[in-house]
């Protein structure tokens, strides 16, 4: 029999049953919604709205239905539509009339809202522990590679040298934000909706401050329409996800190029590598890509929640089933991806011959060229200009700025003197860097220092 079977005089189509079922994935809530009867038993209790003998027999049974589950040992039917019905028919079953009691003062409205961020609550220190296992990779691959230099890119064309150490840092500090927002996400959430009711609390005296504290939640939500009506918690969290995932994306589409003949700059391990069905010299970078491919699938969940919120007016509506699915799909998504591109960075081979080999051409030094004239008291636009036509003349001769003469050099300007040629060293180039955050080796290791520290006081306490 449905909840609301007093009020109907005909049987829900066997069509709508299905259509409007949801323990299909809800029941992945099983936990928290038990802990969240659990906390609202307790305060009936304590509040004498329930007797504390009833509120006791409620909680053994919670109790054992929740070890049941766990246990494969509790059935879940479609036919009680969602984790919520399901445990409250359970409970029945167990210890009678009293169950039903368990829903004094409290609305499906609120219990899943609580269920739901108790859930998002949960999940985000496990995420974080992954992102800061990328972090412990790609620290230590930094640091084996403080003197590795290599081109640095813009539009994709090469630009100025930099070291591979530097790079890495670049997306570690990109991955250093992922966590923080997760960690504000967490914070916000951090108020509990149990008690709001179905949109206006209750006309007993629940007290929503002690379920709050038994559920671990900072405070309860200071509007009860709020409380049941938004999940802007979860479309944070979605968010920050979808810009984790971004970062993912473009770091895979970093090692897909590096990995490829035109760069060869890596080689991935062949155990995160596949082959070709028909060309056998192929090694295929599909951990990248697949971890590419999935940030489309992340932000569409993103997009699902956002367009299913847009329309809704005060309070709860129905369309807020569909809050769950894309969740549940975004943070199995992003906590598949960051283990195996971890271990597959982490089992990456640097080539960095080729990086250097890269970095001599292409004329990456010039602006350190034109910054040698400026200490030699030119000013800067006027150094661009004897560099640019230092360039013109090495693509016409077929050199390269470290291999023209000094007199080509004194052909275009007469501050030019033998030194030019140990400040257009790549290394030179590189260290002399030492501004905070550039690609110095000096520089780098305080980048690295700066991130250990970050990465010690933010993993999440087991």
Known sequence: MKLWAGRFQKETDTLVNDFNSSIAFDARLYQQDIRGSIAHATMLGKQGIIEEHEAEKIIDGLNTILRDIEAGAAELTEDSEDIHMNVERLLTERIGDTGKRLHTARSRNDQVAVDFRLFVKDEIPGVVKNVLDMEDVLLKKARENLDTVMPGYTHMQRAQPTTLGHVLMAYANMFRRDVT?????????????????????????????????????????????????????????????????????????????????????????????????????KKNPDVAELVR???????????????????????????????????????????LCLPVFAAMVDTMTILPRNMERAAQVGFINATDCADYLVKKGLPFRDAYMIVGRLVNMCTKSG????????????????????????????????????????????????????????????????
């Not at 409380?227 to 970062?247: G, Q």
């Open 181 to 281: 927002r997760l960690e504000d996400c967490r914070a916000r959430l951090d108020e509990s909706p149990l008690g709001a009711g179905a949109l206006a609390t209750s006309t007993y005296n629940v007290d929503r401050f002690e379920t709050a504290r038994l559920l671990g939640f900072a405070r309860p939500m200071d509007n009860s329409m709020d409380a049941v009506s938004d999940r802007d918690f979860a479309l944070e969290l979605l968010s920050a996800l979808s810009i984790l995932m971004m970062h993912l994306s473009r770091f895979a589409e970093e090692i897909i190029l590096w990995c490829s003949w035109e760069f060869k700059f890596a080689e991935l391990d062949d155990a995160y590598s596949t082959g070709s069905s028909i060309m056998p010299q």
């Open 293 to 335: 491919g999935k940030t489309g699938r992340v932000y569409g969940d993103l997009i699902t929640l956002l367009t299913v919120m847009k329309g809704l007016p005060l309070a709860y509506n129905k369309d807020m089933q569909e809050d769950k699915e894309p969740v549940f799909d975004a943070i199995d998504t992003v906590n």
């Open 399 to 462: 050199d390269t700025l470290d291999t023209l003469t000094l007199r080509d050099f004194r052909s275009i300007s007469k501050l030019f003197d033998a030194d030019v040629y140990q400040a257009l060293q790549l290394r030179t180039c590189v260290n002399q860097r030492k501004v905070y955050g550039g690609p110095s080796r000096e520089s780098v290791e305080k980048q690295i220092e700066n991130l250990e520290q970050f990465v010690k006081e933010h993993r999440p306490h087991a």
